[in-house]
Every structure is written in structure tokens, then in C-alpha cells.
């Protein structure tokens, strides 16, 4: 099992910029894909980007494309989400996951961590 702590939210005006990062324990990280959502109050929890175990391959959720970047270090168990021109929009709760790849989609496990609020005021 994979525990997860994210952090590196906070408060930002809308064109801003934010990076954050999960901290993963546990020797498996780094076989692991894993993936950023998000949940915005009143709403269901959204996939937001993905990358492959070995940080080949990434996706992310149309609305995010061109602003975010996600990343991994494998030798600090660490993942990261660079966010830029960042939007109202944006404003949830963001979590990161380690999940698995089948036919190219990515499903999360069950193991979620607390969590970082993101809150882009306009």
C-alpha cells in the first residue's frame, strides 16, 4: 500500500501560479501511475491529470490542458502538479492517487489522502 500526503495549496488571484505535491511512503511508488483529481464543493470528484509509473506518459483533463503540468520523481516518491493561469474555476480540494492504467484509462485505488485546498479568487 501507497500513503499519500498532499500539499502546496492555498490562496491565489486567477493568472497565478501554484505547485503541488504528493509524498508517497512505501517502496511500490515508483511502479505505481498516478493521477491528481479534484472536488469542488457540491460537485463529484474529477480526474484531473495522470502519468505513467515511469513518468513517460501523461493525460490530463481538457479544461487543464496547456496550464497544468504533472511530473514525478521516483527517487523522492514524490509526485507534483505545476498549475499556471490558474482560474476560479480551479477552486476544489485536490488529492492525488496511486491507481493502475487499463486500456489506456486510469482507476484509482481506494487509499486517498487528506488532501490540499486550492482557492483561486478572481
Known amino acids: 500500500q501507497v500513503q499519500l500526503v498532499e500539499s502546496g495549496g492555498g490562496l491565489v488571484q486567477a493568472g497565478g501560479s501554484l505547485r503541488l505535491s504528493c509524498a508517497a511512503s512505501?517502496?511500490?511508488?515508483?511502479?505505481?501511475?498516478m493521477a491528481w483529481y479534484r472536488q469542488a464543493p457540491g460537485k463529484q470528484r474529477e480526474l484531473v491529470a495522470s502519468?505513467?509509473?515511469?513518468?513517460?506518459?501523461?493525460n490530463y483533463q481538457d479544461s487543464v490542458k496547456g496550464r497544468f503540468t504533472i511530473s514525478r520523481d521516483n527517487a523522492k516518491n514524490t509526485l507534483y502538479l505545476q498549475m499556471n493561469s490558474l482560474k476560479p474555476d480551479d477552486t476544489a480540494v485536490y488529492y492525488c492517487?496511486?491507481?493502475?492504467?487499463?486500456?489506456?484509462?486510469?482507476?484509482?485505488?481506494?487509499?486517498w489522502g487528506p488532501g490540499t485546498q486550492v482557492t483561486v479568487s478572481s
Open positions: 492517487n496511486a491507481g493502475t492504467y487499463y486500456a489506456s484509462r486510469f482507476f484509482p485505488s481506494d487509499q
Open positions: 512505501g517502496s511500490t511508488f515508483r511502479f505505481s501511475p
Open positions: 502519468i505513467s509509473d515511469g513518468g513517460g506518459s501523461t
